[in-house]
């Protein structure tokens, strides 16, 4: 009987950290899908307000993603932190 107690309890905590993982895991792979949508987005419009505006399309992109990303990447902090909590 001790046993089987101890057993079940094992397989609780396996499901357990399985479950836990699958989901850090899954928004994980959401928040880098959404990280590079918007990335594309913004550098396709920031291409076409660059070309309308005539400015240095290149480096109005580079400083435009480099912001995005760095926002994006302190966002999924919290969201990763948030899950783990």
Not at 10 to 26: D, F, M, Q
Not at 46 to 56: D, L
Not at 58 to 83: G, K, M, P, R, T
């Amino acid at each position: 009987m001790l046993v089987l107690h101890l057993v079940v309890k094992v397989v609780v905590v396996v499901v357990v950290v399985v479950v836990v993982v699958v989901v850090v895991v899954v928004v994980v792979v959401v928040v880098v899908v959404v990280v590079v949508v918007v990335v594309v987005v913004v550098v396709v419009v920031v291409a076409v307000a660059a070309v309308v505006v005539e400015v240095e399309v290149v480096v109005v992109i580079v400083v435009v993603v480099v912001v995005v990303v760095l926002f994006l990447l302190f966002l999924s902090l919290f969201v990763a932190v948030d899950v783990a909590v």
